[in-house]
């Protein structure tokens, strides 16, 4: 697999497998099998609420010999309740001790709201008493992660955000590439939305190469310097995904695939008051 350096120092796979919507009785195994299939990076959040069972899914591979712990880049986050300080010291406890790991290679402020300085200062202790090998920030805009960069001493290694073929965030990337934090993609099949799966672009641009839409959209991150999280239940797409280091899209096919941008989200805007509202009413709920 192969991996880029983060502003720390710190290597990460540049293709992971994500947890999100797995069913629970689903996950241990899902993240085994993933595992099993050649994934390394494995990611999980406090509020996906898999965090147990994505431990158990890791130590079965590790147990089984598939791989070492040291081989693994397991990454999780802590949500909005979760940002002022205290708490988020023990949130970190909490994600390590129920996923059952010394260490998280990755750790994120999975929203830009809450006392988001706050959660930076528990996880900049926690990366320096070796709790945290890195950390970072999720859904940030590039504004306010410029801001965020600017005004904290240690910056954030990475930027989980969205990134797919409907919303590419060419600019985004060169913002986040001028202050060197590392872009990482979920969603990067927007779940499919848009007929994804069936675009005749992305379907074309594959038939070249006898590779599936899925595959030339993972491909094209690679290509961009993107990490991105492959999301899916099913060990044949688990292999598919992975299977996208013997070919290259060319510059005709990236041009194409450039056309496609609606340059917005395919699922909501961090800053429109509907979903801000939504996350205030709905997600503090199921934090609670
Ligand atoms: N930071 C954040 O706010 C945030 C938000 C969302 C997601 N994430 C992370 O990013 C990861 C990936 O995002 P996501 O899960 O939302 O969406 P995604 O990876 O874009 O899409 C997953 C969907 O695509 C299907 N799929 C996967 N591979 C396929 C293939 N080769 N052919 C056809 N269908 C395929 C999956 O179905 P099957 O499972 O049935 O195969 C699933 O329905 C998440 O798991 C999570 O770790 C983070």
Known sequence: MQTIKLNNGVEIPQLGFGVYQIPLDETAKAVYQAIKAGYRLIDTA???????????????????????REELFVTSKLFILQTPESKATETIEHSLDTMGLDYLDLYLIHQPYGDVYGAWRAMVAAQKAGKLRAIGISNFKSAKMIEFVGLNEVKPQINQIEVNPWNQRIEDQKWHEKYDVQVEAWAPFAEGRHDLFTNPVLAEIGEQYGKTVGQVVLRWLMQRGIVALAKSVRPERMAENIDIFDFELSKEDIEKIAALDMKESVFFDHDAPQQVEWFMNRMLDTEK
């Not at 406090?46 to 070492?68: F, H, M, P, Q």
């Open 46 to 68: 406090s509020i996906y609420g898999n965090e147990k069972e994505t431990g158990a899914g890791i130590k079965r591979a590790i147990v089984e010999g598939l791989v070492t």
